[in-house]
């Protein structure tokens, strides 16, 4: 059975951090890829960050890059982001998402099949 859990979201103001966690379990985290996706109310869910968890690589979308970190534990289980500089137009249901791992697999919400409740992020003054 596979379970992914997010934990860590808040309500923050502007140029603050969070620190998002994604605790995994029923398979094994280093053969699969994380996603980091969030949905705004009215908008598309659309991708934050990926990571392979065999080789690390990563892919971060426009929005983030230079503010948003993703990484892993694998010991844990555990895929981790860290937000830096948020933004009120950060606002959103962040969610992880885990697909088995293939050598060309996208960063879309599409391409990934197991998927948490969410955790809300609010960056507002």
């Known amino acids: 059975q596979v379970q992914l859990v997010e934990s860590g979201g808040g309500l923050v103001q502007p140029g603050e951090s969070l620190r998002l966690s994604c605790a995994t379990s029923g398979f094994t985290l280093d053969h699969y890829a994380i996603g980091w996706f969030r949905q705004a109310p009215g908008k598309e869910r659309e991708a934050v960050s990926c990571?392979?968890?065999?080789?690390?690589?990563?892919y971060y979308a426009d929005s983030g890059k230079g503010r948003f970190t993703i990484s892993r534990d694998s010991a844990e289980n555990t895929v981790y982001l860290q937000m830096n500089s948020l933004k009120p137009e950060d606002t959103a249901v962040y969610y992880c998402a885990a697909a088995e791992w293939q050598l060309f697999r996208l960063c879309v919400p599409q391409e990934y099949d197991y998927w948490g409740q969410g955790t809300q992020v609010t960056v507002s003054s």
């Open positions: 990571i392979s968890t065999s080789d690390g690589s990563t």
